[in-house]
């Protein structure tokens, strides 16, 4: 999986609860994104950051905020999890210098969390 | 609203049949096309990807065949075998948009032996 780290791998929480989940790299790649992927959808994008500090909102941002500290690791923080955010989300890299190119997109083992 | 629409959803061959599955996008700004391979309880991989500028890419088994002017792309698996079993998304994505990609639904191919 590229370097790329996800935990907690599996998670259950119930609705209201604050939740996060780490992505951790260790290729030194600039961008780094999540995902979240359910049935009849494909992945779609929640937030990508270009740099360290620097984060913006994707396709499905609303009820999600992150935050990128190093370089390495990248946080996805549900404020207060509702059952719609019940999915498999993945992070992904991109942008190393020997990552083969500007656009491809590695991508981790995923995190499966359910909100009851 | 889907960027990127995939067909068909599942897809059943035998062994060493072609499956073929399709993708169409709508934004002319996508400059990136990539097909991923998941398999249950992994992260999408990366199988082959192409840019507009060439109409098909080969790579092993895997063929990109690509239509500008459709707006069209689709993966071709020659010889397919059991291992090819797994869920593949096609998808799309442009510099201009800070890497922001767009994924198809997916589609189920079972490869029956």
């Known amino acids: 999986d590229a370097g790329i780290t996800q935990s907690p791998r599996h998670k259950v929480t119930e609705t209201g609860t604050p939740v996060t989940l780490r992505c951790h790299q260790t290729e030194n790649h600039r961008y780094m994104y999540w995902y979240r992927q359910d049935p009849g959808h494909g992945l779609r994008l929640i937030h990508y950051s270009y740099g360290v500090k620097d984060t913006d909102k994707g396709e499905v941002s609303d009820g999600y905020s992150v935050s990128r500290s190093k370089t390495e690791d990248f946080l996805l923080t549900l404020e207060s999890a509702t059952s719609s955010q019940t999915s498999v989300y993945f992070c992904?890299?991109?942008?190393?210098?020997?990552?083969?190119?500007?656009?491809?997109?590695?991508f981790g083992p995923g995190t499966r969390l359910t909100v009851l | 609203q889907q960027q990127v629409k995939q067909s068909p959803q599942s897809l059943i061959v035998q062994k060493g049949g072609i499956p073929i599955i399709n993708c169409a996008y709508e934004n002319t700004a996508f400059d990136y096309f990539p097909w991923y391979q998941q398999f249950p309880g992994k992260g999408p991989a990366l199988l082959i990807a192409?840019?507009?500028?060439?109409s098909e890419k080969k790579e092993g088994r895997f063929t990109i065949s690509f239509n500008k002017s459709a707006k069209q792309f689709s993966l071709h698996i020659m010889d397919s075998q059991p291992g090819d079993s797994a869920t593949y998304f096609c998808?799309?994505?442009?510099?201009?948009?800070?890497?922001?990609?767009?994924f198809g639904a997916g589609t189920r191919l079972t490869v029956k032996p």
């Open positions: 992904a890299i991109s942008g190393g210098l020997a990552g083969g190119g500007y656009n491809e997109q590695f």
């Open positions: 998808a799309a994505s442009s510099k201009r948009g800070n890497n922001d990609m767009r």
């Open positions: 192409i840019r507009p500028d060439v």
